[in-house]
């Protein structure tokens, strides 16, 4: 049995955890300097996003150590949901930001 | 172009290590937990992927003001974040699409997120290439 692999795969919810971190310090960034509302509601969900990936990783590293079931499909989909809102809630900053003219 | 499951190479055949795959609601064939695994880190790449675009965009566009003027400046940040939303929202299907054939022991589907990819960041290179040289 190779222990290596699910080391491995909790390495990468943690990357993935830390750049959706990434994403929430620009984010917040942005609506700490701009004054527009399109990113205060960007960064608090990035926020949750960051907060939901690092928690479902921690979780699923732990289960990891103790089997190597597959990846549930309501975790994964919840993942994706929430970069998607992250993307979304981002291009609505970007968009607004154009469109104010600042 | 469709491409099958490499064998596993030091696969244990006893089924040790093995895991049923909920691909098929556990009827189909044991799919080795190495392959489920690679196909959760990919999945997570591609989100990875898609939180990088955002980041990049959302960079460009506060962080770098000498760029250009706050309207193309602005465009080649949508065009990131743009292509990000594109990415995390096609990721789930693709993991999904992957598990589902390796339960079935079938080809592996097209993955035409790579040439979205690769087309997408030849457009924001370009778009970038001539803020840079025109700024």
């Known amino acids: ?102 | 172009m469709t491409t099958r499951n490499p064998p596993p190479e030091d696969a244990d055949t006893r089924g040790e290590g093995r895991t049923p795959d909920e691909g098929d609601g556990g009827t189909g064939p044991i799919t080795d937990y190495r392959f489920t695994l690679a196909n959760e880190r990919t999945f997570l790449a591609w989100l990875r992927t898609a939180l990088g675009l955002v980041a990049g965009g959302v960079a460009i566009q506060q962080l770098v003001p000498g760029l250009a003027s706050e309207g193309p400046r602005t465009l080649l940040a949508a065009l990131c974040v743009g292509l990000a939303l594109v990415i995390a929202t096609a990721s789930y299907p693709r993991w999904r699409a992957v598990q589902r054939a390796m339960a079935r022991g079938g080809p592996l589907p097209r993955n035409i997120l790579l040439a979205t990819l690769g087309g997408g960041i030849a457009a924001i290179t370009a778009v970038a290439f001539v803020l840079v040289v025109t700024a």
Do not use: K, N
Not at chain 1, 10 to 31: E, I, N, P, V, Y
Not at chain 1, 74 to 102: D, E, K, P, R
């Open chain 1, 1 to 102: 049995m190779s222990e290596g692999q699910p080391e491995r795969t909790g390495l990468a919810w943690q990357r993935t955890a830390l750049a959706s971190a990434a994403c929430s310090g620009l984010l917040l960034h942005a609506a700490a300097t701009t004054g527009h509302a399109a990113p205060l509601v960007a960064a608090p969900i990035s926020i949750v996003t960051t907060v939901v990936l690092a928690a479902a990783g921690a979780g699923r590293g732990r289960r990891l150590r103790r089997s190597t079931a597959p990846l549930s499909p309501v975790l994964a989909a919840t993942a994706t949901v929430l970069v998607t809102a992250t993307a979304a809630a981002s291009l609505g900053a970007l968009l607004t930001t154009l469109s104010s003219g600042h």
